[in-house]
């Protein structure tokens, strides 16, 4: 079984940047693609599917408001996926997840069996 770890988070005024890194511990996710999900505060809020790695790194997909702001890569000699993310706002403050697991490029929670515990990003106003 793969556990994550994620790192990085914090809080950061609007337009500043963050670098989330997840490192997978027991056994590698190299053979994985590697998700980023957040889940935002407040009732009712679902986990949102933020980007995605293939176990190349040279595929990802994105979600639309991220695009052009956030960058996924990885390394998979150090276990470790990361998401860079830019010009940050208020409403990308959450607790960011990553995932591995699939196969496949997914944006959906479900094919992704292994996840990390989360960090929080705050962007302030």
């Known amino acids: 079984q793969v556990q994550l770890v994620e790192s990085g988070g914090g809080l950061v005024q609007a337009g500043g940047s963050l670098r989330l890194s997840c490192l997978a511990s027991?056994?590698?996710?190299?053979?994985?693609?590697v998700g980023w999900f957040r889940q935002a505060p407040g009732p009712g809020k679902v986990r949102e599917f933020v980007a995605a790695i293939d176990r190349t790194g040279n595929y990802t997909i994105y979600l639309d408001s991220v695009k052009g702001r956030f960058t996924a890569s990885r390394d998979n000699a150090l276990n470790t996926v990361y998401l860079q993310m830019n010009s940050l706002k208020p409403e990308d403050t959450a607790v960011y997840y990553c995932?591995?697991?699939?196969?496949?490029?997914?944006?959906?929670?479900?094919?992704?069996?292994?996840w990390g515990q989360g960090t929080q990003v705050t962007v302030s106003s």
């Open positions: 995932a591995a697991g699939s196969l496949l490029l997914r944006r959906y929670a479900g094919d992704y069996p292994y």
């Open positions: 027991r056994r590698t996710f190299s053979p994985y693609v």
